[in-house]
């Protein structure tokens, strides 16, 4: 059995840069909406009695190298333990002969991955003009998801908005201190919901609410929103009033979108949204074979609930750049 190099999140700072990254993501998403790759439905294990969940996330996209699964979870609650609410690992393995190559901290490699997707989405989405972002849901992927958004457009202001306002502050602060010099857009924190998405051009929602976060009311012609938080049936950030009438909604998967994610599975029990009514997968826009946005006028919507393509792909690239870089720990796993 071959060396696995074990890549810390320390030692995957700054490997790809996002823009790289949100490349690697377009090219999983093609790959998985071309069906030329497999990812399983995750098997999500509830932990109730910590109001977490793990999930176990397999994946293959033969043509970029990636073979691999990642185990990561999110336990809210960690955080009354000063500990991170979400944490995991990907393991890879090489393509050919199913050996494991590499061992990734999944956290870093998650909300990179994550701000990634939504960079995706926003460049095919999002008005060109658009340069005023809200976010709702200031932990560690909020800082991510900006990062994602900048790598495709010029903001020029940020809003942030928490139930708690001293999270929100300690975010823009961590934000601030994290933009280069020149780029540095105007940061508010704003104390209600409303505040923070009126007038918005591109809102995040990156919640664990099992509520909607704000009201559909506050939806605007030319918005586009990306709803990154929910992954539970049960878990809904966006309210039917945005899903039922946006011009598009584009998921990752629809068959992963349509079982895990609470903000189309609740409209369509209730009978405000049909399955065929998903305009699009992420990956058929970004292949060309569907528009993306084609009015001004249009409010658009990518609700994101994570596929491992993504991980795999993005984690072959990070473990690629680190073996040609001679960073990471190499373990002898055999006798």
Known sequence: MPSVRILGARDQIGILTMEEAIDAVAAALMEFSAGRADSPMRTAVPVTERNG?????????????????????????????????????????????????????????????T????????RLLAREDAHTVAIIGTGAQAPWQLRGIMAVREIREVRLYNRHPDKAYRCSQEIAAQLPPGRQPRIVVCLTPEDVVRGADIVVTATNSFTPVFPAGLVEPGMHVNAIGSFRPTMQELPPGVISPAAKVVVESREVALEESGDLVIPVRDGLFRPEDIYAELGEIAAGKKPGRAADDEVTVFKSVGLAVM??????????RAVAMGIGQEVDLGL
């Open 53 to 113: 969940t793990s999930l176990f996330m397999p994946a293959l996209v033969a043509r970029a190298g990636g073979l691999g699964v990642k185990f990561v979870s999110v336990f809210p609650q960690n955080k009354t333990l000063g500990k991170p609410t979400i944490s995991g690992v990907l393991v890879l393995a090489d393509v050919k002969t199913a050996e494991p190559i590499a061992l990734l901290e999944a956290s870093y490699l998650t909300a990179l991955r």
């Open 115 to 122: 701000g990634a997707a939504t960079g995706l989405a926003t």
């Open 311 to 320: 991980d795999v792909v993005v984690g072959r690239a990070i473990y690629d």
